[in-house]
């Protein structure tokens, strides 16, 4: 059964300062790796999307980066802002996905 | 990007009664969409796969006779929760599958926070 662990729980940094998100799994044998973001008492935002087949996607800030053969993947966010602030979470699986519990980001002005 | 609603976006409702929430995709026909069900500071754990025009698949530990799901269209896909206790709180996601040509993405509804009082 596949795990997804996500470190730190939370994470406090002022604004400005780039960041990394840890995500790891269980079963590398992954189909896609997903970042989402969750504002308090929302649904989920789509970040960043790694096909297995692939090691990074980049958007604006934030850079994800895969390694299945380690069961890791990182979100790497430059230049935190305020707006940043959220929950991060970490998902694995095609459609079915497989989440972790998150990381609660709050980036200080 | 394609949106998918749920409605109601928060519910409040006695235990014992049954509550129907429903997650609809807007401007995309979906013959899969997915249930996922979230506790206070814990991860979103997938309830079921809702398939269009049969039976939800629902995962390990999950009562289906509890949770129940219908998805009668290609843009609408319910579920409710029968007999609504404390503990069935909780925050519900919907998610739709959009597979149209080469296209094939998943989009996540809002939410919706019930709460059985």
């Known amino acids: 059964k596949q795990e997804v662990t996500q470190i730190p729980a939370a994470l406090s940094v002022p604004e400005g300062e780039n960041l990394v998100l840890n995500c790891s799994f269980t079963?590398?044998?992954?189909?896609?790796l997903q970042w989402f973001r969750q504002d308090p008492g929302k649904g989920l935002t789509s970040l960043l999307l790694?096909?297995?087949?692939?090691r990074e996607q980049t958007s604006g800030r934030l850079n994800a980066s895969l390694d299945k053969s380690s069961g890791r993947s990182t979100l790497y966010i430059a230049a935190s802002q305020p707006g940043d602030s959220a929950t991060y979470l970490c998902?694995?699986?095609?459609?079915?996905?497989?989440f972790g519990k998150g990381t609660k980001l709050s980036v200080i002005p | 990007g394609a949106v998918v609603s749920q409605h109601p976006s928060w519910v409040i409702c006695k235990s014992g009664t049954s509550v129907k929430i429903e997650c609809r995709s807007l401007?995309?026909?979906?013959?899969?969409m997915f249930w996922y069900r979230q506790f206070p500071k814990q991860s979103l754990m997938l309830m079921a796969t809702?398939?269009?025009?049969?039976?939800?698949?629902?995962e390990q530990g999950v009562e289906k006779d509890k949770f129940l799901i219908n998805h009668a269209s290609l843009t609408l896909s319910t579920l409710t929760v029968t007999s609504a206790h404390p503990e069935d709180s909780s925050f519900y996601i919907c998610s739709a599958r959009d597979r149209w040509g080469s296209r094939d993405e998943q989009y996540f509804g809002p939410g919706t926070r019930l709460t059985v009082t």
């Open positions: 079963d590398s044998a992954i189909y896609n």
């Open positions: 998902a694995v699986g095609s459609y079915q996905l497989t």
């Open positions: 809702s398939n269009e025009g049969s039976k939800a698949t629902y």
């Open positions: 401007d995309f026909q979906a013959t899969t």
């Open positions: 790694i096909q297995s087949s692939q």
